[in-house]
């Protein structure tokens, strides 16, 4: 359960981050509207992935995801 939280406390982290770097694309180039639609759906769709994937038992995994917490 311990490696569970700390993934998916990573995993929003990073996504955080990643928000944070597309608002200058936005105000300055106009691009960054893709990458939140993307990171968006990131956001939506690997944690239901990953809790179908906890719940019977299958490691879990979260792609873009950096390790802050070990």
Known sequence: MDFHGKAILNFRISMFLYVLICIP?????????????????????FPIINAVKASNGEMIHYPFSIQFIK
Do not use: N, R, S
């Open 25 to 45: 694309f936005v105000i300055f180039f106009g691009l960054g509207f893709i990458g939140l639609i993307i990171l968006g759906i990131f956001y939506l769709i």
